[in-house]
């Protein structure tokens, strides 16, 4: 209880006041910043719908590595685009992959740089999308499951941290823990991106490495955006197949998700900052609509709302905008 004579302001005086009373603080340890990566040489080319974002080669790699570290950024969560798509997506698996010589080169030279990995197959799947289809139309589930369990070895081989299933095929958390388990690789964890909508804000992304649908949409596996509920359902399921980190995507517009995810689950939470969210605000800003400082409260409210890691393109602004 409060006394009906208490004056908030009190607490609001000065900086240090404020400092001492804060709830929630950003600290870059609980950040993990995306890198495309793509074959070739001597590339690193500005993704034009993310300005600041880059896909590289790899050759490029270890520099960008290098500056993470500098800044005290030590997670990155990787994502590949390969040369030649295919029926199969095959570049997903292939151990000469694009992601796979990323997270050897990571782990080689950098061993202390956590290395997550996305798993899916739509940007290496000619028709953009994340599993297989019958002539029906319908998901070919077992399928895709065992791609999908190729793909998370491959990269659990390659010397991989920790693995980010993004599909949103079902029972796929279960079925890569026991592939990973399988073959040697308990000590690889899996971070499930659980509660993965069908959103309009990940047009960016698609645009870098031209994974947009060729037919189609995803809205038979991905989440309708009207649902809250079935998000902690999704949860629930990953949760039970053996999934180490649950993650909301996107952030910003679901930070209902994400606190309701917080007051149910007792295990780490990420929120991702998908490449829409990230082109908003920095379109914003750059076009002097919006002061930077609003790049921090975007990420501070996703800590408020309850997540413990922050996925966001804004990973190096953050270190500047840290310190002021
Ligand atoms: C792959 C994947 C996507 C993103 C992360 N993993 C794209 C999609 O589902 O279409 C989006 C990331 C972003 O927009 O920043 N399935
Ligand atoms: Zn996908």
Known sequence: MIARNNRPTRLRTNTAMRGLV????????GIMYPLFLVEGEQIKKEISSMKGQYVMSLDMLAGEIQELMALGIRSVLLFGEPDSKDEAGSGAYDEQGIVQK???????????????????????????????FDEAGR??????????NQVALSQAKAGVDMVAPSDMMDGRVGSIRESLDENGFEHVSIMA????????MYGPFRDAVHS???FGDRKSYQMDYANGREAMKEMELDLLEGADILMVKPAGFYQDIIRTARDHFDVPLAAYQVSGEYAMLKNAVDAGLLNKRAILESLMALKRSGADILI?????????????
């Not at 991106?193 to 309009?200: D, P």
């Not at 393109?313 to 002021?324: D, Q, S, T, V």
């Open 22 to 29: 804060r709830e929630n603080r950003l600290s870059l340890d």
């Open 102 to 132: 990323g997270i050897r080169l990571i782990k080689e030279r950098f061993p202390e740089v956590l290395v997550a990995a996305d798993v899916c197959l739509c940007q290496y799947k000619a028709d953009g999308h994340c599993c297989f």
């Open 139 to 148: 998901i070919r589930r077992m399928k895709t499951l065992e791609t999908l």
């Open 193 to 200: 991106y659980s509660a993965k909508y069908a959103s309009n």
């Open 212 to 214: 947009a649908p060729t």
């Open 312 to 324: 966001t393109y804004f990973a190096k602004e953050l270190k500047e905008l840290l310190g002021e």
